[in-house]
C-alpha cells in the first residue's frame, strides 16, 4: 500500500495529480478485504510496539490474559484487547504525571502539547511527536483533498486555536496541502461580525469551525449587509459538535453559503479527527478512512462489532501514532455503520447520518430513551425555526416533564400570537413523532439564547435540583 509503514513515513514534497479524484489511488479504492488483511499485519505491529514501550498497556493486556502474539484476525483483537476509556487515560496520567505511561517515545520528541478542557474531570493532556505531527498533518491534507480542496485554496480556519486539538488538525492539513492557510481562530468578542468582515474581503475557498458558529456567522453578515453566497466559499469542513450530517443543518448551510458541506470528527484524542470525514461525490455523512485510524462500530455493553445497518458506539485504533497510541479508546458515541461503496468511489465502510451524538448525553424521560441530536434534527427542518433552543427537563410531582424552548425567525415572530400558536402546535407534533412521548413547547423571541462559536450546549436538567431538595427536605422532616 502507498507509503504505508510504522512509523509512518510520508514524503513531504508529493501531491497526486491535479485531476485525481485520490490522494492514494490504491488505498482508497482497494478491495475491503484485502485492506482488512493489511490492518490486521499493522494491529500486529501497533499492540508490539505498545506491549514493549507503554507500562500502561503491558499490565492492561497482562490483567486481560493478551500478549501481542496472540493476534491472528481481526476477530481476535476485537475479542482479546481490551476497550480502554478517558477515564483510564487521566487515572494514568494522575500517577505518572504529566502524560501518563502510555506515552511511547521519549520527552525530547515531544513536539506540540495539547488537550481536553478537563470540564469533566482532570485535562488529559496530548503529547505529540515530531513525526506524529507530521503524520496528522498528511491525513488531513489527503482527507480534504478528497473533499476538493487544492494547494492554493485559501483555507479559514476559524476555530479556537488553543489546547483543542481540532483547529490546529484543520491548519496543519491546509499547511501540508499547500494552500493558502488562514487561521482566523474564534472566541473573542466581536469575533463573528469579523469574521463576516474578513470572508467578505479575502474570499477564501473553504472554510472549517462548527456548524453552530457557521449558522450564526450567516445570521450575523446578513444583519451586516453582506451575502455569505457572496463569500466565494465552495467546502466547508466541520466538527465539534453533531450538525453537519443533519439534514436541516446541513441544508441551512448549503442554502446559505452555497457551498458543500462536509461531517467530520470523532475524538481530540484521535486527532486525525477527520480520519472520520466526508469526500466529494459522496452523500451526507462520514466516511471511516480505516488505513488511517481502525474503527470499530461496537455493541456498547460487550463492544464486539455490530453488523453494518446496525447502530453502536466507535471504538478507535491509531495505526499510524508512536507517541500516545490510542488502541481500542471507546468513543461514547452513537452511530450507525453501514458499508460502501460510496459514490466517490473510495471502498470504506461510512456513518450515513455521522455521529448522533454521545451515549451519555441520553436522556430517559417518562421511560423513554431522548436524544437532544433527534430534537436538533426536528427543528432544524421546520421553516420558522429561528436557529436556537434549549431543552429543559424538570419535574412536577412524580412525573417528568419535557420543555423545548424554540426561538421563531424574526419575520415569523412578528406575525403575531395565532401564528405562532401554529408554529408551536406544529412543533409539539414533530417532536411527538420523533421522540414517542409528547413535549411541551415554549416558542421564545429571536436573540433569547445566546450564539457560540463553539460547541452549543443547550440542555438543561432541572431533575438534578428537585432530586437535591427533595433528598434535603426528606432529611429535615
Given at each position: 500500500m502507498e507509503s504505508w509503514s510504522f512509523p509512518p513515513k510520508y514524503d513531504p514534497t508529493y501531491l497526486p495529480q491535479p485531476s485525481s479524484r485520490y490522494w492514494f489511488p490504491k488505498r482508497e479504492t482497494m478491495d475491503p478485504g484485502e485492506r482488512e488483511k493489511a490492518i490486521l499485519d499493522r494491529l500486529k505491529e501497533i499492540t508490539r510496539y505498545a506491549y514493549e514501550t507503554a507500562p500502561f498497556y503491558r499490565k492492561k493486556w497482562d490483567e486481560a490474559g493478551f500478549h501481542p502474539s496472540q493476534l491472528r484476525s481481526l476477530e481476535d483483537f476485537e475479542e482479546k484487547v481490551p476497550v480502554i476509556n478517558k477515564k483510564d487515560l487521566r487515572e494514568a496520567q494522575a500517577r505518572h504525571p504529566p502524560f501518563g505511561d502510555y506515552i511511547c517515545v521519549p520527552d525530547a520528541e515531544i513536539h506540540h502539547i495539547h488537550g481536553t478542557s478537563g470540564t469533566t474531570g482532570r485535562p488529559t493532556a496530548f503529547a505529540i511527536g515530531r513525526n506524529d505531527w507530521d503524520a496528522i498533518a498528511n491525513a488531513h491534507a489527503r482527507i480534504m483533498w478528497g473533499m476538493g480542496i487544492r494547494p492554493g485554496d485559501m483555507v479559514m480556519v476559524a476555530a479556537i486555536l488553543s489546547l483543542y486539538m481540532g483547529s490546529w488538525g484543520a491548519l496543519i492539513g491546509s499547511e501540508r496541502l499547500r494552500c493558502k492557510s488562514f487561521p482566523f481562530g474564534a472566541g473573542a468578542p466581536g469575533m463573528t461580525a469579523r469574521a463576516a468582515q474578513w470572508l467578505d474581503l479575502m474570499k477564501p475557498s473553504a472554510f472549517y469551525g462548527t456548524p453552530s458558529f457557521a449558522v450564526h456567522l450567516a445570521q450575523v453578515a446578513r444583519q451586516e449587509g453582506l451575502d455569505p453566497r457572496a463569500f466565494g466559499l465552495r467546502h466547508m469542513f466541520f466538527s465539534?459538535?453533531?450538525?453537519?450530517?443533519?439534514?436541516?443543518?446541513?441544508?441551512?448551510?448549503?442554502?446559505?453559503?452555497?457551498?458543500?458541506?462536509f461531517d467530520c470528527g470523532t475524538m481530540a484524542e484521535m486527532s486525525p479527527f477527520m480520519h472520520a470525514g466526508g469526500?466529494?461525490?459522496?452523500?451526507?455523512?462520514?466516511?471511516?478512512w480505516q488505513d488511517i485510524v481502525y474503527t470499530e462500530v461496537c455493541d456498547p455493553k460487550t463492544f464486539r462489532r455490530v453488523s453494518y445497518g446496525e447502530r453502536g458506539t466507535p471504538v478507535y485504533t491509531h495505526l499510524e501514532r508512536t507517541s500516545q497510541p490510542m488502541i481500542r479508546l471507546l468513543s461514547g458515541d452513537l452511530t450507525l455503520w453501514e458499508m460502501g461503496p460510496s459514490p466517490c468511489g473510495r471502498t470504506y465502510p461510512r456513518l450515513p447520518n455521522g455521529i448522533f451524538g454521545r451515549i451519555d448525553d441520553m436522556l430517559t424521560i417518562r421511560g423513554e430513551n431522548v436524544y437532544p441530536s433527534e430534537v436538533d434534527a426536528v427543528l432544524n427542518e421546520l421553516a420558522d425555526y429561528g436557529g436556537e433552543h434549549r431543552i429543559v427537563i424538570t419535574r412536577e410531582g412524580a412525573m417528568d416533564e419535557l420543555i423545548v424552548r424554540v426561538e421563531a425567525k424574526p419575520e415569523a415572530y412578528d406575525r403575531g400570537k395565532e401564528y405562532l400558536t401554529q408554529f408551536q402546535a406544529l412543533t409539539s407534533s414533530k417532536l411527538q413523532k420523533m421522540l414517542g412521548i409528547r413535549a411541551k413547547i415554549d416558542v421564545v423571541g429571536p436573540g433569547t439564547f445566546p450564539r457560540t462559536d463553539f460547541k452549543a450546549r443547550r440542555v438543561v436538567d432541572d431533575r438534578e435540583v428537585f432530586r437535591d431538595l427533595n433528598e434535603r427536605l426528606t432529611k429535615e422532616t
Open positions: 465539534g459538535e453533531p450538525g453537519a450530517s443533519v439534514p436541516g443543518v446541513r441544508n441551512k448551510i448549503k442554502e446559505a453559503y452555497g457551498a458543500e458541506v469526500a466529494a461525490d459522496s452523500s451526507p455523512g462520514m466516511l471511516l
